[in-house]
């Protein structure tokens, strides 16, 4: 369970939400959003843009335990918001996470280096070496890949 999503749902009953996306995937958090005005619970909601990660890491580390966050973005994005958010005490089951933009990415395995076509998925299973992977954010130009690595348990 790593906490990522098709379509966010409202999780009730937290003390407070967070909302973030990158500049081009606001949209589905409107629903969310709603819920959380109609269940009358505090939110913030924030459109990341040039904002660097000191900034996001002091965002992140002052909200009180018990606040649920919910990020939508590319992928490069969500590990990013992911990474900060576990840095500063969220766990996984305290976010959703919505992956928006390129359908399929692809995957360079860092043990047999094959390919790997995905969809939205952050752990993988290498379909050539058959090795548990996390998709990084480490994007290379030269290989127009992400590289995966393996998933440390
Ligand atoms: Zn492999």
Sequence with gaps: MNGLQK?????????????????KSA???????QQAIE?????DFMVIDHE???????WLNQQKMGTYLYVSGELEFINRLKNLALEAGFSDHEMQLNVQGPVSTRVICCKC???????????IICIHCAVDLEVSS?????LEAYLGYTSIK
């Design 7 to 23: 379509e966010f749902s409202f999780t009730k009953g937290k003390r407070k939400y967070l909302f973030c996306a990158d500049s």
């Design 27 to 33: 949209e589905p958090l409107y629903i969310p959003v």
């Design 39 to 43: 269940n009358k619970v505090p939110f």
């Design 52 to 58: 660097s990660d000191s900034f996001l890491r002091l």
């Design 113 to 123: 280096h094959g390919v790997n076509d995905v969809e939205d998925e952050l752990h």
């Design 138 to 142: 480490h994007y290379s130009r030269r």
